[in-house]
């Protein structure tokens, strides 16, 4: 089924011109060889010239989507990106992720799309020449590593690798889990524990993210975890024995690492939701559209009321979603700071929201939900894995809870409601 969208009244210019466009490429260059784009979902045996066609189909469509000009839409234009502002970035968003998988062919792909942002905001210009601009033209890959086995990831002040200064280097000792991309990547931004007593505007053990490159003595990849059932995956345990790299790897200044962290989680919140958005509206076409055809017990799915319930419970999810997200990219616009507490409660509830859709996509398809012939299967993982990354549902909720206590002691109470 293909996107089915006109201009929203009241939207800016810009914005419904970036929806359609996309909607309208997604439509002729993605929907019709899906199939063949992503061919490593397909549940039987995948011959070499499947691969190789694949690929070669992949590469002339980031030719296409380059040629339209909706290249990299998180990225500033004078880094070749879109430029887009976030209300517009989040739209886009909405109708990339229809197609699973396609904001890869936009050139936008976690981790490297977060850590570009970083590098565009904090980075030297030695370190732009030197990883930001092969990773913006794909000649560089790359992970972000915080995450820890050993200490609570959900809270991050809790982390235990150090890098301490020597000379002119620092020598970096950890281990870190759940690195994602790390089979594929050149280097790592890894948040470390700085000890350097002597650094300017710092105290001793600092968080701080240092640029490793993957192949530096001492970094060990211990594994893919495999996740959901699957032997392997690209999200690494990885050692940090005794590993070391020029001072000049600190990626903004010494003991700026959780704010650059934030940084990068707090917009990545905001796109990963819109994200989910527009597989939420995927599956919820496919449950339409099943309820509209499918007959048992002599009448149509359409015609069953608890079927209409899946519908309009699923209507609801995601137009509250979708509202929740909007209004989140529309305060950051603003430079509003009251987004902070948006965004948690967007993390919070959208990818909650996703499951509950796909869920019931997948009861109205019976067995062919859970088949690899639909992508159900895995946005329902997908959906499921949200609820941890980027901060679990928990951590979220105590800050959306503070917050608004906070307000209603400085007795503005009805703040929100602006
Ligand atoms: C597929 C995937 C990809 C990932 N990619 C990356 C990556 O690229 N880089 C990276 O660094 N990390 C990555 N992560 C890790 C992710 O960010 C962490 O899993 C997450 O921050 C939670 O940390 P944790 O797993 O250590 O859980 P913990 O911190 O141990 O928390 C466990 C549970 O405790 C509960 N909890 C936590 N705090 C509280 C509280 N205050 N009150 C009540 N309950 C609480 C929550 O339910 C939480 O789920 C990835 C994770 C997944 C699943």
Same mark, same amino acid.
């Given at each position: 089924?293909?996107?089915?969208?006109?201009?929203?009244?009241? $939207?800016?210019d810009h914005v419904n011109d970036v929806r359609l466009r996309t909607a309208a490429f997604i439509n002729q260059?993605?929907?019709?060889?899906?199939?063949?784009?992503?061919?490593?979902?397909?549940?039987?045996?995948?011959?070499?010239?499947?691969? *190789?066609?694949?690929? &070669?189909?992949?590469?002339?469509?980031?030719?296409?989507?380059?040629? &339209?000009? $909706?290249?990299?839409?998180?990225?500033?234009?004078?880094y070749g990106g879109m430029g887009l502002d976030f209300l517009a970035h989040a739209y886009m968003n909405e109708i990339l992720a229809?197609?699973?998988? *396609?904001?890869?062919?936009?050139?936008?792909? *976690?981790?490297?799309?977060?850590?570009?942002?970083i590098l565009v905001k904090y980075g030297t210009e030695d370190q732009k020449q030197r990883w930001l601009l092969p990773l913006i033209d794909g000649t560089m890959q790359s992970g972000y590593s915080m995450t820890e086995p050993d200490n609570?990831?959900?809270?991050?002040?809790?982390?235990?690798?150090?890098?301490?200064?020597?000379?002119?280097?620092?020598?970096?000792?950890?281990?870190?889990?759940?690195?994602?991309?790390?089979?594929? &990547?050149?280097?790592?931004?890894?948040?470390?524990?700085?000890?350097d007593p002597t650094a300017e505007g710092s105290r001793s053990g600092s968080m701080s993210q240092i640029i490793v490159p993957t192949d530096t003595p001492g970094v060990e990849i211990v594994r893919g975890i495999g996740i959901w059932g699957s032997r392997s995956s690209d999200h690494c345990e990885v050692k940090y024995n005794n590993v070391r790299?020029?001072?000049?790897?600190?990626?903004?200044?010494?003991?700026?690492?959780?704010?650059?962290?934030?940084?990068?989680?707090?917009?990545?919140r905001v796109f990963h939701c819109m994200n989910s958005v527009g597989q939420m509206w995927r599956a919820f076409d496919l449950m339409v559209e099943r309820a509209l055809t499918r007959e048992v017990h002599?009448?149509?799915?359409?015609?069953?009321?608890?079927?209409?319930?899946?519908?309009?419970?699923?209507?609801?999810?995601?137009?509250?979603?979708?509202l929740l997200t909007i209004r989140a990219a529309e305060m950051i616009d603003r430079g509003d700071p009251r987004a902070r507490t948006e965004i948690s409660a967007?993390?919070?509830?959208?990818?909650?929201?996703?499951?509950?859709?796909?869920d019931r996509a997948i009861q109205v398809w019976g067995a062919?939900?859970?088949? =690899?012939?639909?992508?159900?299967?895995?946005?329902?993982?997908?959906?499921?894995?949200?609820? $941890?990354?980027?901060?679990?549902?928990?951590?979220?909720?105590?800050?959306? *809870?503070? =917050?608004?206590?906070?307000?209603?002691?400085?007795g503005e109470s009805w703040d929100f409601a602006r």
């Open positions: 089924m293909p996107i089915n969208i006109s201009p929203i009244p009241d $939207l800016p260059e993605i929907l019709p060889v899906e199939d063949r784009l992503f061919v490593g979902r397909r549940g039987h045996s995948i011959t070499d010239e499947m691969l *190789a066609d694949s690929k &070669a189909l992949r590469e002339s469509v980031k030719v296409k989507v380059k040629a &339209a000009g $909706l290249w990299a839409p998180h990225l500033p234009q004078e229809y197609a699973l998988g *396609a904001a890869s062919l936009f050139g936008v792909v *976690a981790p490297n799309s977060g850590n570009q942002k609570a990831g959900s809270d991050p002040r809790s982390i235990k690798t150090t890098a301490v200064r020597d000379g002119d280097d620092y020598v970096i000792n950890g281990h870190k889990w759940f690195t994602s991309n790390g089979l594929e &990547a050149d280097f790592f931004i890894v948040m470390c524990r700085v000890e790299v020029p001072a000049d790897n600190v990626l903004g200044r010494v003991g700026q690492g959780h704010e650059a962290a934030q940084d990068r989680l707090g917009a990545g002599g009448g149509l799915l359409k015609d069953k009321q608890f079927i209409q319930g899946f519908i309009a419970d699923s209507y609801m999810d995601l137009q509250t979603s979708r967007l993390k919070v509830y959208v990818p909650a929201a996703f499951h509950r859709v796909v062919a939900g859970v088949s =690899n012939d639909l992508p159900l299967a895995a946005m329902y993982l997908g959906a499921r894995t949200l609820r $941890l990354a980027d901060g679990p549902d928990e951590v979220h909720k105590i800050l959306i *809870a503070k =917050n608004v206590l906070h307000s209603y002691e400085r």
